[in-house]
C-alpha cells in the first residue's frame, strides 16, 4: 500500500499531560478519568481520542460497503457512528480495550444496517487495526 497521509502527535505529561499534533489542529490538556483513579479534570483522555477517531474512520468508511450490498450513499442520511472504548484491567500491569460501535442507520431497516455495519468492519481502517487484538461489538440502534 502507499502512504497517503501521515498524522503525527506528541504527548508529555502521560494521561495528566498534554498531546498536539504537528501542524497545530489538535492541541488539549489531557486529565485521567476519576474511575482510573483520576481527579476526573476537564482534559480528555486516549480512550476518548480513539473513540472519535474510530467513530470517524467506521463512518467514513460505510460509504464503500454500501455498493456490494446494493444500497445508495442516500441510505447513509441522518446516520452517524457511536464509538465506545472500555478500558480493561485484569492481572496488575494487564491493560487492554474493547469497542463498541453502534450505528444510527434511520434509512435502513435492521437486517440491512446489520448487513452495512458487517461489511464495514471488514474495510475500516481501525477495524483492520485491532483485528484479533480488541473485542469490538457491532450494534445497530433501535429506529426511533
Do not use: K
Not at 59 to 69: D, N, V, W
Amino acid at each position: 500500500m502507499d502512504r497517503l497521509y501521515t498524522a503525527e502527535a506528541t504527548a508529555t505529561g502521560a494521561r495528566t499531560g498534554h498531546v498536539a499534533s504537528s501542524d497545530g489542529r489538535l492541541d488539549v490538556q489531557l486529565s485521567r478519568p476519576a474511575e482510573m483513579a483520576g481527579d476526573g479534570g476537564p482534559g480528555t483522555n486516549p480512550e476518548q481520542l480513539f473513540a472519535a477517531g474510530f467513530a470517524a474512520c467506521f463512518h467514513s468508511a460505510m460509504r464503500f460497503s454500501l455498493e456490494p450490498l446494493g444500497l445508495s450513499r442516500s441510505a447513509l442520511e441522518g446516520s452517524s457512528v457511536t464509538a465506545q472504548v472500555h478500558f480493561l484491567r485484569g492481572e496488575p500491569g494487564d491493560f487492554g480495550l474493547a469497542v463498541d460501535l453502534t450505528g444510527h442507520l434511520p434509512q435502513l431497516d435492521e437486517e440491512q444496517a446489520r448487513a452495512l455495519m458487517e461489511r464495514t468492519h471488514t474495510v475500516c481502517p481501525y477495524s483492520r487495526a485491532t483485528m484479533g487484538n480488541v473485542e469490538v461489538g457491532l450494534h445497530v440502534a433501535p429506529a426511533t
